[in-house]
């Protein structure tokens, strides 16, 4: 430190500089304190209470006492901070009254006159007291008195400017604690002082800045004035508040340039226009730089001479403050900035000298970081200074560029005088680093020397800069230096070099789908690749190129041209081929088969149609076009029959292909997870584990080639196949944009085929599609020849004219002139042939070829169709009439009462599951002149009516009903309706009661005819009878043949009446009315009508005298429980065969309500005794309450009454049901042969007068 | 007024690209290709730190000599970045902010047009406007097309470049 009786030194701008404190009076005391005193002020924080709101600091503060001397005070406008002595400081020791009113007191007096002279006020009395001086002056006052004297004299209500200090060098606790007093006041003394004089010097500062409009301003003067500040700053440590004052000057300089570009110069600004004469970049080596700072001050200052000096005083407080990265990032704003700058201010700068300017500046910024940071440290922070690499690189470059030292040749004359003229302009190496070996001065003057030298520091930096990008994952940014490094080396000559980042740059703009990019490299590439001679890989690049549509026609034209010259220079030569992928060259849009379903017969012609888009510019020759195919046999037949055929028809035959994609990239590949499982190897005879592991279950997946990396621009792999089966086009000219080119093959083998490669051949030069994708195959089929009958409606009905359809599929067989058809002729089936059946030829794709007359010849046995010529894989249709004649009648007696019995059950079923017709089939054999063989075709055919016959009975009149019923949906028309009787009893006659024909039977209804049965002798058991109908269809129009009739046959027995049975209810004897609850009398008469007939001769008929009787039981029964019969309701009687014969009968019944009452139904059986033949008889009486409730179910069966149904047989299969003792059998009387006279007789019952009601239940 | 603006998919392909001066159009594709390093080690610096804010704009990527380029992301990691050009220093954060914030607003409104696949390339309406001081983006009409034809400088861009109905002296 300066000693305090030092005479002052010069101000030196260093760190070193401390505020000053002037120390005045006793000099020597000040000097033995002084140690001690300087030592102590800086050891403890004092808080630092800032003005204008800014954040109170903790300060160390440091002092630089110097003598006090008049000249030290500032005089009036002097803005030296630095000098500013900031405390003035008196110091004594005396003790003597005397002593002070003799001199100290005059010393201070003319000391205190000086200050204030100076307006002065920030000042301290120190008196130090001794205690050894005390004792060896005894005369002494106390010492307070001086004390307090000073006071009294000098601190006027300021006491505490004077400040005692006992027994400085002690080491005792009084002093101790007099030391920290002292060194408290001091240091506020010292802060009151800063914040009071820096703010006013603030103010002033401001002042100033605020007239920055007014003319006459100089930025220069200003920027002193707050450089000061922030030296002082500086000097108090306080780093940030010092750069504060730099970036503010920095800003308000900036502002000043921009205004100036918005047209509001500054007279000022002018001075910094001046062309740029020096260019040697930034210093950042030294604290200060003083020379520099003198031009500032001298206002001879170059923008960049301004802003080189503010830059590094930043980067030194920067420095200062640990943070060297912004440094970094600050330099190259900075160096932007100034480029801008320059360029608005429109200041003429000799080419090259900013690239120079620049680079030094970067690799001084980079050389001064790395000085005072750690390898470590740089490596963990190149994201900050990667910039400033790559920024000197490329300065580097442009100056290689235009001082010649890129080119093949070296540097002309005119480079050189260029490389003369920057080389001047840096001047001579500064003497900081003249020392270094590697100082940025040095690196540039070799780098400029030679080519080779240039090409030397070049590549360095260039390859450093890759390096750091990609340490850091900017791998865009390491391509990008990694394209100039190539665009270097294709200047060099050294294609071979450049290759590499070519592909690498082109790899990710690829990946990453950046056209523009992908374009302007791969031109690069082409160049490249043409100097190298890879031949294949230049076609490949070529051929993308030609189809890029970033690139302007000519250079289309020109990389087409290229391919087309290569393929017709190698013509000559059988040289080996080229295989290149097609997409670059054509693009696949659609493929058409004809015929569309892509089916063809063996033997067929097929041909595809493609839709070729030509991606190049110009018409291109191509000299084949061949579509690999591959041929298999397929298993599956089924594809490849004529129903296949006919049901599946694609949409339209045309197969689009996705068209390639753009260069969107595939999303980012992810890789998948990692599958790992634990694996233990036990030892299999002790169980103890041998070894143990972890194994990746996906290592396939994982351990993948990535294919995107290889695949994307080097030749790609492409296997041309060689197969048997190639589909051709020979001389195609493929027009820019879509061009179809058409395949025909003729199918020989049955199988499928695939189509697997597109290539297209231009000269030696293939263009391959490796994969047709979606795949594409057409199938080859060969098919025996088929015959199929089918009805033309749902179903065929009998009777009428029914059409059916003939398809004959000719499969592989052509069909001649001649070859027919034999139909084998069924009984009852016609084939009615009309004169004009056409027959129809179609395709196998089902269109419609021809049609030709069908030739139809009839004889007994055969019909036969004369098929009209048609080739193999056609189908010939036809239509022909059948008519299903109605089945022959069926004769026979018993025979025909079952077959009857059965029909009829037949239809009570049908007719319960839905009214469905009754069928016939008819079987046709049909001879095929492809076939040895017989095709026998089954053809169903529904009867449309449902016919049922019954007997009505008047007293002995008989009437036969038959009604008939239409099940089909079509209506009919119903004429001569006879009912004959085929054995042609001359007895007998039948007379129709009908209305006139013919007569409308709609779908679904009924119509009746009825007969009168009348006879003349004895009529015989039963009558076999056959009803005929004609029938038509109400809307056929007219018939070409006359149809056969309907007929229905059926038998009706036991239809001569026996017995009359006749029920009478009489009213009780003296009243007028049945009443209710009052039992009344029935009377019952059964009359025989006959004598013996054959129908009597039974089991039942006994003979005595020539007499015949026959048993009945009769038996009276109420279902709808009107009546409560009394007594018993049946029983046996035995009946005189004889005419007339009466059996009465007496009931009593009761009736159960009043009304109309219908009697009681009177039934009569056949009484047929007991009979070891049969295996079950039954007791009347038991019978009669065992089984009561069968019989009556047995009546309610058949609702409609009697008739000639033959229910005897029927009745004795129930009976037969009964097992048990012999008994007495019941057999009804056939319905027809009782007639009861009574019945739908009512008998009116009145309601009985008393009042309470009888309540019988019967069930 | 920016000279470039992009429109860049999450996998880091060009959804739109177009500049002003289309003469130096390929320059532009390379550096803000380029910026997508820096892009991209914000995006992983900011993690998730910067979720929850929610602040989009990325800042300033990275000066050069004579551009700015500034980068902002969306919530789906749909990158935007803007070339500035560097002389023109009206150009504050704050119109930065504001300009991406417009390009945020037409890019979700592509998004919602139905006709729009997701991943497609965005075109925008408007023929090539040569003039200078080209507006930015007003509104987009994407159309489903891969972009096919148009070279540089040869008739119309297929990206055809929006025209303002009025000039906006903001930008």
């Known amino acids: ?1259 | 007024m920016a000279v470039c603006v992009a429109v860049i998919a999450k996998e880091n392909y060009p959804l739109y690209i177009r500049s002003a001066p289309t003469e130096n159009e390929l320059k532009f594709h390379y550096m803000v290709h380029t910026s997508l390093d820096v892009v991209d080690e914000k995006i992983s610096a900011m993690g998730k730190a910067l979720v929850d804010q929610r602040e989009l704009y990325l800042g300033l990527l990275y000066p050069t000599e004579d551009y700015k380029v500034y980068g902002y992301v969306t919530n789906s990691k749909v990158k935007f970045v803007m070339v500035v050009d560097s002389s023109n220093t009206a150009l504050r954060d704050n119109e930065i902010r504001s300009m991406f914030r417009k390009l945020h607003n037409s890019y979700t409104d592509v998004m919602c047009n139905p006709f729009y696949n997701p991943g497609d390339r965005i075109q925008s309406s408007g023929s090539d406007a040569a003039e200078p001081g080209f507006p930015v983006i007003t509104t987009w009409i994407p159309t489903c097309e891969k972009r096919m034809g148009g070279r540089p400088g040869h008739g119309p861009c297929p990206l055809g470049f929006p025209r303002m109905p009025r000039p906006l002296t903001a930008w």
């Open chain 1, 1 to 1259: 430190m300066d000693a305090p009786e030092a005479p002052l030194p010069p101000v030196i701008y260093t760190m070193e500089n401390k505020p000053i404190v002037t120390c005045a009076g006793d000099q020597n005391l000040f000097t033995s304190i002084y140690p001690t005193l300087s030592q102590q002020l800086p050891r403890e924080p004092m808080e630092w209470r800032r003005s204008y709101g800014r954040a109170p600091k903790m300060i160390h503060l440091e002092s630089n006492f110097v003598q006090f001397k008049e000249e030290l005070l500032p005089k009036d406008g002097n803005k030296a901070l630095l000098t500013f002595p900031f405390l003035h400081i008196y110091w004594t020791e005396c003790c003597d009254t005397e002593v002070y009113k003799a001199t100290v007191k005059d010393d201070l007096t003319k000391w205190q006159n000086v200050l204030k002279a100076h307006s002065s006020v920030d000042w301290l009395i120190v008196v130090v007291e001794n205690d050894a001086k005390k004792k060896n002056k005894t005369n002494i006052l106390p010492r307070t008195s001086i004390v307090d004297k000073i006071r009294n004299d000098f601190c006027n209500k300021q006491s505490d400017r004077c400040v005692v200090l006992s027994d400085p060098l002690k080491d005792s606790s009084r002093t101790q604690e007099s030391w920290n007093a002292f060194l408290t006041k001091l240091r506020t003394s010292l802060l009151m002082s800063f914040t009071k004089n820096l703010g006013k010097f603030e103010d002033d500062m401001r002042t100033l800045r605020e007239k920055r409009t007014e003319p006459g301003w100089s930025f220069c003067d200003y920027f002193m004035v707050q450089e000061e500040l922030a030296f002082v700053f500086e000097m108090l440590q306080q780093f940030e508040d010092a750069l504060v004052q730099y970036d503010e000057l920095d800003a308000l300089f900036s502002q000043y340039v921009v205004n100036f570009g918005a047209g509001d110069g500054a007279n000022w600004l002018t001075f910094f226009c001046q062309p740029v004469k020096s260019w040697n970049g930034l210093i950042l080596r030294k604290p200060i730089d003083m020379e520099k700072r003198e031009l500032i001050q001298r206002q001879e200052a170059t923008l960049l001479d301004l802003r080189s000096y503010l830059f590094s005083r930043q980067c030194t407080l920067l420095l200062f403050l640990q943070r060297p990265w912004e440094v970094a990032q600050r330099a190259l704003e900075l160096l932007h900035g100034c480029v801008q700058e320059l360029k608005l201010l429109e200041v003429s700068v000799p080419p090259g000298a900013l690239d120079c300017w620049v680079f030094l500046s970067c690799l001084e910024v980079l050389q001064r970081i790395e000085g005072c940071c750690d390898r470590a440290q740089i490596d963990s922070n190149i994201a900050h200074t990667v910039g400033l690499w790559s920024y000197a690189t490329e300065k580097l470059k442009s100056l290689g560029y235009l001082c010649g030292l890129v080119s093949e040749k070296g540097p002309d004359s005119e480079d050189l005088n260029r490389t003369v003229d920057l080389l001047a302009g840096l001047g001579a190496e500064r003497p900081e680093t003249a020392n270094t070996a590697q100082s940025p001065y040095k690196k540039l003057k070799e780098a400029l020397s030679s080519v080779e030298a240039f090409e030397k520091h070049y590549l360095d930096l260039s390859h450093a800069a890759i390096e750091m990008h990609t340490s850091i994952g900017r791998l865009r940014s390491a391509k990008f230096v990694g394209k100039d490094l190539a665009e270097f080396y294709m200047r060099k000559k050294s294609p071979q070099k450049a290759e590499v980042y070519l592909q690498g740059a082109l790899k990710n703009y690829l990946a990453e789908g950046w056209a523009l990019p992908i374009t302007h490299t791969r031109k690069q590439l082409a160049e490249c690749q043409k100097h190298l001679g890879q031949t294949e890989n230049y076609l490949q690049t070529s051929s993308l190129l030609a189809s890029d549509h970033h690139l302007t026609e000519d250079e289309r034209k020109h990389f087409c041209r290229e391919i087309l010259s290569f393929a017709s220079r190698q013509t000559d030569s059988p040289g080996q081929k080229i295989v290149l992928p097609l997409h670059c060259f054509a693009q696949l849009r659609d493929l058409h088969f004809t015929p569309s379903n892509a089916v063809v017969h063996v033997g067929g012609v097929l041909s595809v149609e493609i839709t070729l888009c030509s991606q190049m510019p110009m018409p291109v020759q191509v000299e084949q076009v061949t579509i690999n195919v591959h041929f298999s046999i397929d298993k599956n037949n089924y594809r490849k029959t004529a129903e296949w055929l006919t049901k599946h028809k694609t949409s339209n035959g045309t197969i689009n292909f996705p068209t390639e994609t753009s260069p969107l990239p595939a999303p980012q590949n992810n890789l998948p997870a990692l599958e790992l499982y634990e694996m233990f190897e036990r030892s299999p005879s002790d169980n103890s584990l041998n070894t143990t592991g972890i194994i990746c279950k996906n290592v396939h997946m994982l351990l993948r080639r990535q294919e995107s990396s290889t695949s994307l621009e080097t030749s790609s792999g492409v296997a041309l196949e060689d197969g048997a089966h190639v589909l051709k086009c020979s001389g195609v000219t493929l027009e820019p944009g879509a061009n179809r080119i058409t395949f025909r093959t003729q199918a020989r083998e049955p199988g499928t085929y695939t189509l697997r490669q597109l290539c297209a051949s231009v000269g030696p030069v293939r263009f391959v599609l490796p994969h047709l994708y979606p795949p594409v195959q057409y199938d080859v089929y060969s098919q025996e020849p088929q015959l199929r009958v089918e009805p033309l409606a749902d179903s065929l009905l009998a009777g009428i004219p029914q059409k059916v359809k003939f398809t004959v599929t000719t499969g592989h067989y052509t069909v001649k002139n001649g070859d027919s058809l034999q139909l084998s002729n069924a009984e009852a089936m016609l084939i009615l042939c009309h004169a004009e059946n056409r027959a129809v030829i179609y395709s196998n794709t089902r269109e419609k070829a021809s049609d030709a007359l069908l030739r139809v010849q009839s004889s007994d046995k055969v019909t036969s169709i004369g098929l009209p010529a048609a080739p193999a894989y056609h189908m010939i249709e036809f239509e022909l009439e059948v008519l299903s004649l109605p089945s022959a009648p069926v004769t026979g007696g018993e025979s025909s009462v079952l077959g009857m019995t059965e029909s009829h059950r037949k239809h009570k079923d049908t007719q319960k599951a839905g009214q469905c017709m009754a069928t016939t089939d008819h079987k046709v054999s049909i001879d095929c002149p492809w076939s040895i063989y017989s095709t026998v075709i089954a053809l169903t055919f529904s009867v449309p009516f449902r016919t049922t016959h019954s007997l009505l009975s008047a007293g002995t009149r008989k009437y036969i009903q038959v009604c008939v019923q239409n099940l089909s949906e079509l209506d009919f028309e119903l004429s001569d309706g006879h009912l004959v009787d085929p054995d042609s009893n001359a007895d007998l006659r039948l007379v129709p009661l009908n209305a006139k024909s013919p007569q409308h039977i709609r779908s679904k209804q009924s119509v009746f005819f009825v007969w009168e049965l009348k006879w003349t002798r004895e009529p015989p058991p039963s009558l076999r009878c056959r009803f005929s109908v004609g029938s038509s269809p109400a809307s056929g129009g007219r018939l070409s043949i006359p149809l056969k009739p309907y007929t229905y046959e059926f038998q009706v027995e036991n239809f001569f009446t026996l017995y009359n049975v006749r029920a009478e209810i009489l009213p009780p004897s003296g009243t007028e009315h049945c009443r209710t609850g009052s039992l009344c009398s029935l009377e019952v008469s059964i009359t025989r009508l006959s004598d013996l007939l054959e129908v009597d001769k039974d089991e039942a008929l006994t003979e005595s005298d020539e007499y015949f009787s026959t048993k009945l039981m009769y038996e009276v029964v109420d279902n709808s429980s009107n009546w409560a019969v009394c007594g018993k309701s049946s029983g046996v009687i035995s009946m005189p065969v004889a005419a007339r014969a009466t059996h009465r009968v007496h009931m009593e019944v009761m009736p159960l309500f009043a009304g109309y009452l219908p009697l009681p139904d009177v039934r009569l059986f056949k009484y047929l005794p007991h009979h070891s033949a049969h295996s079950s008889q039954l007791d009347a009486d038991s019978w009669i309450e065992s089984d009561g409730l069968s019989v009556d179910k047995h009546v309610d069966e058949q609702p409609d009454g009697g008739g000639g149904r033959c229910r005897g047989s029927a009745h004795l299969a129930s009976g037969g049901e009964h097992r048990g003792l012999p008994m007495p059998r019941l057999q009804a009387l056939p319905p027809g042969q009782v007639f009861n006279a009574s019945v739908g007789t009512q008998v009116l019952v009145i309601p009985s007068k008393d009042d309470h009601v009888l309540e019988v239940s019967v069930t």
